[in-house]
């Protein structure tokens, strides 16, 4: 039996935990600057601290994105391929550590940029949107045995957590004069930020058909499938 390495056990929930170490660490930070912090920039940490609260939705309760996400790629190994543990791990783990980073810069920076604003606005609404669309091909998928929603692992998060933070942000663009600059590093934040360095370039570094890292249950699906 071929031996487990630490790298493989990290991928299994360890990361998991210290990601959630970092939400607790964002937290306590926002709480204890309530009152200094505005309410962007209390965002911007926000989001930092919800991405391990919506891997754990996710990956674990009730866990399954996976195996919508490698549906959508037209994958016939819905467990490791294109997405595995490994790469999902490094994909979710830069982009809290991207943000807890954006924090600091605006720290240190004394003010939220407003394309860093645009671009998170983005982020929250392709996150809506890609459960979304998700959502409606697992209805699809599984509609004759027995669901009923357009529910899928991360749902919730994705529509109360970044989708709030995406219309609190909007209202607070009211009355800000944007410039192409804005708009343009907004778009680097989305595009390069979030699509290349934190999904695409994990994924297609690490994607393989016999990986070692494979999910090792459908999770929420699994109730539809029997």
Known sequence: ???????????????????????????????????????????????????????VEEWVF??????QYNAFMGSNQLDRYPMCRLSDMFTNLIATLMYAGFTLFCVINGN???????GTIGFCVLEVI????????MYQRFHGNGKHTIYGPGSITAYLGFGVFGVILCY???????????????????????????????????????????????????????
């Open 172 to 226: 607070h663009m009211i009355g800000r004069s944007i410039t192409a600059t804005d708009w343009i590093v907004g778009a680097l934040v989305v595009l390069v930020g979030i699509g290349i360095i934190c999904v695409l370039g994990p994924e297609t570094i690490i994607k393989k058909r016999d990986n070692d890292y494979a999910f090792h249950s459908a999770g929420y699906f699994e109730r539809f499938m029997k």
């Open 62 to 67: 009730p866990g399954g994105f996976h195996y």
């Open 1 to 55: 039996m071929k031996q487990e390495t630490a790298l493989n056990r990290w991928c299994r929930r360890a990361w998991i935990d210290f990601s959630l170490c970092i939400t607790a660490v964002m937290t306590a930070i926002i709480l204890y600057n309530w009152q200094d912090w505005t309410a962007e920039l209390k965002i911007i940490a926000a989001v930092s601290a919800l991405i391990p609260i919506h891997v």
């Open 112 to 118: 939220v940029p407003t394309g860093l604003i645009i």
């Open 130 to 137: 890609i459960h979304t669309i998700f959502g409606i091909q």
